[in-house]
Nanobody, 116 residues
């Protein structure tokens, strides 16, 4: 079965960096686009970054453009989110997402807290 397991979250000061990872299994990873979403307390889940199956194209939410970078390693079935210049408003649970056979799959998320 499809499984997505996020890791790498934690507490970081404003201006700091974190690198999130999402390990995928149960499907042919290199065939599918991947996404990172986040959900802040009291807010709706929002799309943060998208990467095509080959990694040849990426898109970002305006709020993270220039600070976050999505990438993937198809040999390791893993997608990453490098987050730099973090702000308190980046505090959220970050989720990995994909669509396989028209069904949406989510990981359980990893908490990122940006605070001094």
């Amino acid at each position: 079965q499809v499984q997505l397991v996020e890791s790498g979250g934690g507490l970081v000061q404003p201006g700091g960096s974190l690198r999130l990872s999402c390990a995928a299994s149960g499907f042919t990873f290199s065939t599918y686009a991947m996404r990172w979403y986040r959900q802040a307390p009291g807010k709706e889940r929002e799309l943060v970054a998208f990467i095509t199956n080959t990694g040849g194209s990426t898109t970002y939410a305006d709020s993270v453009k220039g600070r976050f970078t999505i990438s993937r390693d198809n040999a390791k079935n893993t997608v990453f989110l490098q987050m730099n210049s973090l702000k308190p408003e980046d505090t959220a649970v970050y989720y990995c997402n994909t669509f396989v056979s028209s069904q949406r799959y989510w990981g359980k998320g990893t908490l990122v807290t940006v605070s001094s």
